[in-house]
Nanobody, 114 residues
Framework: VQLQASGGGSVQAGGSLRLSCAAS????????MSWYRQAPGKQRELVAL???????NYAGSVKGRFTISRDNGAEMVYLQMSSLKPEDTAVYYC?????????WGQGTQVTVSS
């Protein structure tokens, strides 16, 4: 049972990155999948979530710039990040919530320079 996040890196402001999260050992298709982030010295915050039915919700700070999507067949969730800002710099975590409980991935670092 695990979530494996990847795709982080360093970009300049205005650039784009796509995060991926591979799930295994969970009932992926029925779980709510989310991306959280935690910047140094700050609490972890919800960035975006996607329900089993494909409904989405975004933090106000990323709305219009980030897009969350999922591929139930491949058991993957993605976060397309565009128009990145320095304040988007954080460790990004994949999360799964379902009947089996709450599961976190290991995190992937995103650094945006001005």
């Amino acid at each position: 049972v695990q979530l494996q996040a990847s795709g982080g890196g360093s970009v300049q402001a205005g650039g784009s990155l796509r995060l991926s999260c591979a799930a295994s050992g969970i009932r992926f298709s029925v779980n709510v999948m989310s991306w959280y982030r935690q910047a140094p010295g700050k609490q972890r915050e919800l960035v975006a979530l996607i329900t089993s039915g494909g409904g989405t919700n975004y933090a106000g700070s990323v709305k219009g710039r980030f897009t969350i999507s999922r591929d139930n067949g491949a058991e993957m969730v993605y976060l397309q990040m565009s128009s990145l800002k320095p304040e988007d710099t954080a460790v990004y975590y994949c999360n799964s919530k379902g009947l089996g409980g709450n599961l976190w991935g290991q995190g992937t670092q995103v650094t945006v320079s001005s």
